[in-house]
């Protein structure tokens, strides 16, 4: 199939490398020219396993980068949509870039084309693409518009692609519907997977996955309840957390007996300092604005979104409990990113923590495996120094403070840090290491939902030892 896909931004550029691995012919267009012609020059504007593989191995063959959209349309048969989705206001979902997207596909339209919908689109969006493409002259029979929403991570987005748990189509007639089905043929026959794939299939995936077809109106619907549902989830169990805390249990084992009901099941439960990232914050606030606006109050959702604000606060206030005084200490911060494995730092609760630090008179010195470059545009140049590794990071600092989840923290030579921090103080707001652990390399250490490791001396005082 010959695809166009709008939009070469983390879910654009992920679709449009899977898409060509599976065998369909690209054309991934963006209207941000310095973007297109880095990719042109064979460049990965993104941090994200297997993504440069892929683009290596299809660029300029099976993917051509352009920024004209009518030639992009002129030449496919499918087109996605996956421009941003940005919060607006009153919450709202701004679809400013689809509407726009759409009056210019309107107009070079050439024949039949399925408009897909990928990015994260209120519930109805499909009925307003339609108007607006018959508003600017397409012919009412000369095109259909199908969901079909995306539910990659960034940092897994590439195996989240192409070794999805389901792949969701919502088209409201047949010939919409039998066009997605084709384009993930390869997915769902499991061909895809026999002929060798580039990209190793991850433990506990199912393949080849299920394909759900829904009206267009559940799709969307599905994809905002989603997010919702798996932000509650977050937002639930550091609520539980912060009640471990108050009565001294240890959230991990909580876990493990809540996981272990298949009925929940173990993912997403990992407590910190709150979700973030370009999706959960937006979605969530247009999931409530849609809500409202078609009558319902989804005021459940308020209590999640409140309980992540307070995480950050809380986590603010943990720092104070270790250390005393915040203003002139210098502390080391391990993680910018809003999570492991991405150098995305939108609405990313690290950099949140990092701007309060810097309010209460703190010096920080960062590190992220990924995300400092992008960091550096929204962080104030007072204040931050960045470092070239972790343990350049701690060598002196009062603190280390650890805001994101990044697999080569876990793997931290704990001796090395302990001998390069100033003082042995380890606030994680991600719960990477074991408390046993870091009460042997003798740390202070504080995470969430976990009793405090003191020093030893503290220890014996409390009869602990
Ligand atoms: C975005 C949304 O935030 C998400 O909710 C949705 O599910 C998918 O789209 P993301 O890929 O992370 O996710 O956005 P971003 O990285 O900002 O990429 C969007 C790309 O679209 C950018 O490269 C931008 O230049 C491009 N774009 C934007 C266009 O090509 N045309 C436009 O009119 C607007
Ligand atoms: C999310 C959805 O998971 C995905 O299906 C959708 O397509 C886009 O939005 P993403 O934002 O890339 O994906 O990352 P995700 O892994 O969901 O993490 C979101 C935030 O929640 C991160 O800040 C992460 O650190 C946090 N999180 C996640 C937790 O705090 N605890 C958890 O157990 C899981």
């Keep these: 199939m010959k695809i166009a896909v709008v939009g070469s931004g983390y879910v654009g550029l992920v679709a449009a490398a899977c898409f060509a691995d599976m065998g369909h012919d690209i054309i991934s267009v963006d209207n941000d020219a310095n973007k297109t012609a880095m990719l042109q020059r064979g460049e990965v504007p993104i941090h994200e396993q297997y993504l440069p593989e892929l683009l290596a191995r299809h660029g300029g063959k099976r993917i051509a980068f352009c920024s004209s959209l009518p030639d992009a349309v002129a030449a496919s048969d499918a087109i996605f949509i996956a421009v941003g989705t940005p919060q607006g206001g009153d919450g709202y979902a701004d679809l400013s870039y ?3 997207v759409t009056r210019e596909l309107a107009r070079a339209m050439n024949g039949y084309k399925l408009i897909v919908e990928k990015s994260t689109v209120p519930v109805f969006t499909h009925d307003w693409i339609r108007k607006v493409m018959l508003l600017n002259g397409a012919a009412a029979d000369s095109f259909d518009v199908a969901s079909n929403p ?30 997605l089905r084709e384009i993930y043929g390869p997915l769902t026959s499991g061909s895809y997977y026999q002929a060798g794939p580039a990209v190793p299939r991850p433990d506990g995936t199912h393949i080849p996955p299920a394909l759900i077809e829904t009206s267009a109106k559940s799709a969307e619907l599905i994809k905002h309840a989603c997010n919702a549902f798996l932000a509650m989830k977050i937002s639930f169990i550091n609520a539980v957390a ?16 809540i996981g272990a009901d298949e009925r929940i099941g173990p993912r997403f439960l990992n407590p910190g300092i709150g979700y973030g990232g370009s999706c959960f914050p937006k979605d969530l606030a247009a999931f409530r604005a849609v809500a409202r606006e078609c009558g319902y109050d989804l ?42 494995g991405t150098d995305d730092v939108r609405e990313s609760p690290a950099i949140a923590v990092v701007e ?43 603190a280390l403070l650890i805001l994101t989840d990044w697999a080569e923290f876990a793997a931290l030579d704990l001796d090395r840090i302990h001998a390069a921090l100033g003082y042995p103080i380890v606030v994680d707001g991600r719960n990477l290491f074991d408390p046993a652990v870091m009460a042997a390399h003798g740390f202070y250490y504080y995470s969430v939902g976990r009793p405090d490791v003191q020093s030893s001396a503290d220890r014996r005082t409390a009869g602990i030892e």
């Design 150 to 179: 995306e539910f990659l991570r960034e940092g897994t987005a590439v195996t989240d692609f192409l070794y999805p748990d389901r792949i969701v189509v919502g088209a409201d007639n047949a010939r919409s519907a039998a066009m």
């Design 98 to 100: 689809v509407e726009s």
């Design 299 to 340: 005021r459940l959702l308020d209590e999640v979104i409140n309980i992540n604000e307070d995480q950050r606060h809380r986590f603010l206030r943990k720092v104070r409990r270790a250390l005393w005084t915040l203003r002139g200490k210098r502390l080391a911060v391990l993680g910018l990113s809003f999570k492991g």
């Design 356 to 398: 309060m630090l810097l309010k209460e008179g703190s010096e920080v010195r960062v590190y992220d495996p990924a995300g400092m470059q992008r960091a550096r545009e929204i962080l104030p140049a007072s204040g931050v120094t960045y470092a070239s590794s972790p343990y350049q990071a701690a060598s002196g600092a009062d």
């Design 242 to 257: 912060n009640l471990c805390e108050s009565v001294g249990a240890d959230i991990r084992q909580v876990c493990n007996g």
